[in-house]
Nanobody, 122 residues
Framework: QVQLVESGGGLVQAGDSLRVSCAAS????????MGWFRQAAGTERAFVAA????????YYADSVKGRFTISRDNAKNTVYLQMNSLKSEDTAVYYC???????????????WGQGIQVTVSS
């Protein structure tokens, strides 16, 4: 089993930056592909970003490309999502996910965090 705990969410203004973190425990973190998803009210959970085992490869949804950066620190068992130039449409609950496949499908990930709210006011 893997436990994932997100932190760092909150309320910011449009144009601001925010970094959310996800701490993992329970299994070798360096053997897990990591991803971020988000779910806005009334919508399905959607892919945001993914990162490979050593961080050498990343993949982003078109809506966040150029504004968000995913990274990981295997020594700290933590994955990060740096969000810049935030927009009101980025408002959502952000979920950290871990799995054994790299990609943008929810089915690639076996473990999920509880989610953290990010609200961007305009």
């Amino acid at each position: 089993q893997v436990q994932l705990v997100e932190s760092g969410g909150g309320l910011v203004q449009a144009g601001d930056s925010l970094r959310v973190s996800c701490a993992a425990s329970g299994r070798s973190f360096s053997r897990l592909y990591m991803g971020w998803f988000r779910q806005a009210a009334g919508t399905e959970r959607a892919f945001v970003a993914a990162i490979s085992l050593n961080g050498g490869s990343t993949y982003y949804a078109d809506s966040v490309k150029g504004r968000f950066t995913i990274s990981r620190d295997n020594a700290k068992n933590t994955v990060y999502l740096q969000m810049n130039s935030l927009k009101s449409e980025d408002t959502a609950v952000y979920y950290c996910a871990a799995g054994e496949r790299f990609g943008d499908r929810r089915s690639h990930y076996n473990y999920w965090g509880q989610g953290i709210q990010v609200t961007v006011s305009s």
